[in-house]
Nanobody
Framework: QVQLVESGGGLVQAGGSLRLSCAAS????????MGWFRQAPGKEREFVAA????????YYADSVKGRFTISRDNTKNTMHLQVNSLKPEDTAVYYC???????????????????WGQGTQVTVSS
């Protein structure tokens, strides 16, 4: 099993920044790829970003490209999501997740993830 704990969410004005973190424990950290998803009230959970096992490959939703940066530190068992130039439409609960799939095409679908954190709220005011 893998346990995930997110942190770093909060209330920020439009144009502001946050750094979300996801601390993992359980299985060997470098044995799985990871992703961030978000869910706004009344909407489905959507893909935000993903990162490969080594951290060498990253993937982003079109809506966040150029504003968000995903990274991981395999020596500290942590993953981060730097979120810049925030917009009110970025308001959501952000979840980190783990997948053992190897195909990058699998990273975009929440159904392909095996473990999830409890989420951290990001609220962007206009």
């Amino acid at each position: 099993q893998v346990q995930l704990v997110e942190s770093g969410g909060g209330l920020v004005q439009a144009g502001g920044s946050l750094r979300l973190s996801c601390a993992a424990s359980g299985r060997t950290f470098s044995s799985y790829a990871m992703g961030w998803f978000r869910q706004a009230p009344g909407k489905e959970r959507e893909f935000v970003a993903a990162i490969s096992r080594s951290g060498g490959d990253t993937y982003y939703a079109d809506s966040v490209k150029g504003r968000f940066t995903i990274s991981r530190d395999n020596t500290k068992n942590t993953m981060h999501l730097q979120v810049n130039s925030l917009k009110p439409e970025d308001t959501a609960v952000y979840y980190c997740a783990v997948t053992f799939r190897y195909s990058s095409t699998a990273y975009y679908r929440s159904a392909n993830y095996d473990y999830w954190g409890q989420g951290t709220q990001v609220t962007v005011s206009s």
